[in-house]
């Protein structure tokens, strides 16, 4: 069973930094599009940031110029680098990948972990 284990997240002051990872498990041979997305309660869940395997990105309007988005592609691997940090950025952080390729030759699709809790305080 191959599953998505996001770290990194914790408590930080408004205008600090914090660093997301996102690692799988499992025989996996790649992963293609891999994301960041948030949900704080009694909101919906939204889109963060995406990475293709290129290295093209795309970002919320609400964390352009504040977050960075990377990936190791041998590591199947997906980072979240997250600065200036408002209190607005408090939510649960979950990653995403749209297509898992496994060493097997099937494929899972809309792939997501269990979330990593960022909470910023004032």
């Known amino acids: 069973q191959v599953q998505l284990v996001e770290s990194g997240g914790g408590l930080v002051q408004a205008g600090g930094s914090l660093s997301l990872s996102c690692a799988p498990s499992g025989s996996i041979f790649s992963i293609n599009v891999m994301g960041w997305y948030r949900q704080a309660p009694g909101k919906q869940r939204e889109l963060v940031a995406t990475i293709t395997r290129g290295g093209r990105t795309d970002y919320a309007d609400s964390v352009k110029g504040r977050f960075t988005i990377s990936r190791d592609n041998a590591k199947n691997t997906a980072y979240l680098q997250m600065n200036s940090l408002k209190l607005e950025d408090t939510a649960r952080y979950y990653c995403?990948?749209?297509?898992?390729?496994?060493?097997?030759?099937?494929?899972?699709?809309?792939?997501w972990g269990q979330g990593t809790q960022v909470t910023v305080s004032s």
């Open positions: 995403n990948a749209d297509r898992v390729y496994l060493s097997s030759g099937n494929s899972i699709r809309d792939l």
